[in-house]
Structure formats: C-alpha cells, structure tokens
C-alpha cells in the first residue's frame, strides 16, 4: 500500500488497487467477496461521490469485513 493514502476520503469506500494503467483505463483491485443481498438507498447514499451512477449489487463487495465500491467512477 501507499503510504498516506488511509487519509484519503475515498479510502474507505472502494476496493484497493493492486495496479493501475496510465490514465487508469485498466485497473486490477483486490479479490473481494461477493455480497449476499442488495444494496439499499441508505448504503448507496455512502457512496455517491465515487460509484459514478451506478447501483448494481456486483459493483459492491466486502474487503476486510467492510463494503466497498469495485466498478467505479465515470
């Protein structure tokens, strides 16, 4: 990991890269366990600033015992 990024505000809320391409057009993130139910509008809201719109259930997974953002952004 990076040092510093825990500060940022997003890092929380997705799922860590492993690798990332210039201009990020291919990205590899960490394996994340699928989640069992869908999302609501109450855990959507958490995510507003980085799912870019989207809300399918597999678009979100579990790292580390919390729920992240996997595909995200415009």
């Known amino acids: 990991m990076m040092k ?3 500060n940022n505000k ?3 809320l997705v799922a860590p890269s ?3 391409s210039l201009f990020g057009l291919f990205q ?3 394996r994340c366990d699928d989640i069992p139910f869908e999302i609501t509008d109450e855990q959507l809201a958490r995510f507003d600033a980085v799912r870019g719109g989207e809300s399918k259930k ?3 997974g579990y790292y580390e ?7 995200y952004g415009d």
């Open 28 to 30: 590899i993130q960490e």
């Open 10 to 12: 997003f890092y929380n």
């Open 18 to 20: 492993v690798f990332c």
């Open 4 to 6: 510093g990024v825990e």
């Open 65 to 71: 015992g919390r729920l992240v953002c996997l595909d």
């Open 58 to 60: 597999q678009n979100f």
